[in-house]
């Protein structure tokens, strides 16, 4: 389920799961900071992104350039 959700949507949740459970997610988390990084700069890379931008059509194109057809 959570694979399917838009990146927001899965900062949403990791938001609420935060709220929920505060003891096990402190501030003190280095992987929760790191995820937090992460997330951040992923929305301010989208922002150099065309808006048409699909990385899985280019994955198959970058796969199909150099490994051609393998069926």
């Known amino acids: 389920m959570i694979c399917g959700l838009s990146d927001d949507n899965v900062s949403f949740l990791i938001e609420i799961i935060q709220r929920l459970?505060?003891?096990?997610?402190?501030s003190g988390d280095e992987k929760i900071h790191a995820f937090h990084r992460l997330d951040t700069a992923r929305a301010e890379i989208r922002k150099y992104l065309?808006?048409?931008f699909n990385p899985n059509k280019e994955l198959e194109e970058v796969r199909a350039?150099?490994?051609g057809d393998i069926s």
């Not at 459970?21 to 402190?26: F, R």
């Open 65 to 67: 350039e150099r490994y």
């Open 21 to 26: 459970m505060p003891e096990q997610y402190g």
């Open 50 to 52: 065309p808006d048409d």
